[in-house]
Structures are given as C-alpha cells and as structure tokens.
C-alpha cells in the first residue's frame, strides 16, 4: 500500500483530528465512555485510569510524526528516502484513526459489537503493517524511530482493545474460564517473543491495566494471574531483545548511496 506524499500529509493531520475530536466527543457526552466503560464489565476489562496515560502517549507520539511528515524537504536527497518511508505508514495510520475515531460513536451509543468492529479492522490493519510491512528499526534516524514508536504503540494499544471490547460485547459480566487463561498466557507468550522493546512494552503494559482492572472488580484470583503472566512476558522480553538486539544504527542502502551523492543524515 503506498501513498503519494501531498495525499499523506493531508490525510494523516486529518484523521488524526477525526480522531481527537470524537474522543473528545466520547468523554464530554452524556452518557460518556466512562459511563459505558463501568455499566459494562467482563474479564478483560482493564482499569479505566491505566488506559488514559496509554491512548494519550500515543497520541503525542502520532503528534511528533506527524511533525516530522510535514517538516522532512522531499527534495533533500537523504530526506526523501525517509519521507516516503512514513507515507508508506499513512494509510495504516489513518484506518486506524478513523476506526478508532468511530468507535467513539458506536461505544457510547453501547452498539458494542459494531464497536468491536472498528476495533478489530484497526488492530488487524497495524498487525499486518508491523509483521509485513515495516522496516527494521534505525535508531539513527527520528523518522524511524518515530514511525516504529506509532505503529507499535498503536498496536500495543490495539491489543489492549481487542480483548476489552471483544469480552464486553460477547461475555459482559462472566468470568474467565481456563481456555480464556491458558490462551491468554499462550497468545500473548507467543507476540512476546515476536516483539521488541516498544511492542513488548505494550503488552506488559496491557496486561498490567487488565489485572489492575480485574483486582478493581473483585476477580482476585485472575488479577494474580494476570500479573504473573505480566512478569513472564516481561522476562521473556527482556531475554529475546538481549539475546537479538531488534535495532541497528546503520542506515538502509538508500540512505548511504543519498549520503554518497551529498546529502547529510537528517
């Protein structure tokens, strides 16, 4: 999926604000998320105050992109190579604002399924661009970084609202059986041990809201669970990027032949 770069630096400012302002929407309406978010509670449901930091640091993140998209001269012969490398994120980025944006609507008006929808078009949508289409990170450069910090946040942040909603829209009030727990423990071991540092910080920290969340609840037992399977995740982590560190400081081919012919690393 490519995209020219007059399109992405329109599209992406824009469905970032379809975004902003329907969660905006979202939290001064009547009933509000929150409201939905409590009337509303299955095994899965995290602690409403451990999801705010996680959707606002991805929204500075997509900020910074989005700074980065407007500002990169597509005319620099280093710069270039890395400007169409973030409008290769555009599209993805954008499904998944406008996605999250209208799950705003659905939520609130308590349509939970077609709110699990959205969420799971987004949460396939930023799976496929990280498993398939992504670059490996180049921690010399900012819009890799940057463009790995997005879509990895995002899909952190994906995963987190797939379980949520899923287990509201179908199993609203039940608790966890053990096929629930041992694919909880499997599923998330195995994205583990796929993951770097950035989408592994994600998943622990989504599995920290779910289990400060079920203590909240009274679901005790499975909030001790949920915290184990936190730690193992963490530790699994922290051996695999240690083991194969994800991240290299040497720039892609394009960028050195671009330095070669005069331009600079930006």
């Not at 509303?40 to 705010?52: C, E």
């Not at 001269?73 to 980025?93: A, K, T």
């Not at 899923?166 to 694919?183: R, W, Y």
């Not at 998330?188 to 920290?205: E, Q, R, T």
């Amino acid at each position: 999926m490519s995209m020219s770069i007059p399109t992405a630096r329109w599209l992406a400012p824009a469905s970032f604000i379809y975004n902003l302002l329907a969660q905006t929407y979202g939290l001064l309406s009547t009933p509000n998320m929150l409201d939905i978010h409590n009337a509303h509670i299955s095994f899965f449901s995290p602690a409403p105050f451990l999801i705010a930091p996680f959707f606002f640091t991805h929204q500075i993140i997509q900020l910074a992109f989005l700074y980065r998209l407007l500002r990169l001269n597509p005319h620099h012969p280093s710069e270039r190579p890395q400007l169409d490398s973030m409008c290769h994120y555009v599209p993805f980025l954008a499904l998944g604002n406008v996605c999250i944006g209208t799950w705003t609507f659905f939520w609130n008006a308590e349509q939970l399924i077609l709110a699990d929808a959205c969420v799971l078009i987004n949460t396939l949508a930023q799976t496929y661009f990280v498993a398939f289409e992504q670059a490996a990170l180049q921690s010399r450069l900012a819009s890799s970084v940057l463009t790995h910090l997005a879509a990895k946040t995002y899909l952190g942040l994906s995963i987190l609202d797939i379980l949520h909603n899923t287990s509201i829209a179908f199993f609203t009030n039940e608790q966890p059986g053990l096929l629930v727990k041992v694919l909880t423990a499997f599923g998330f071991v195995l994205v583990a041990s796929m993951s770097d540092w950035i989408l592994g910080a994600g998943l622990v920290y989504a599995l920290v809201a779910f289990s400060v969340g079920q203590a909240g609840y009274g679901e005790q037992g499975w909030s001790v669970l949920l915290g184990v399977y936190a730690v193992v995740v963490a530790a699994v982590i922290v051996v695999k990027n240690y083991a194969r560190p994800p991240y290299t400081s040497k720039p892609d081919d394009y960028v050195i032949a671009a330095q070669e012919d005069g331009g600079d690393q930006a």
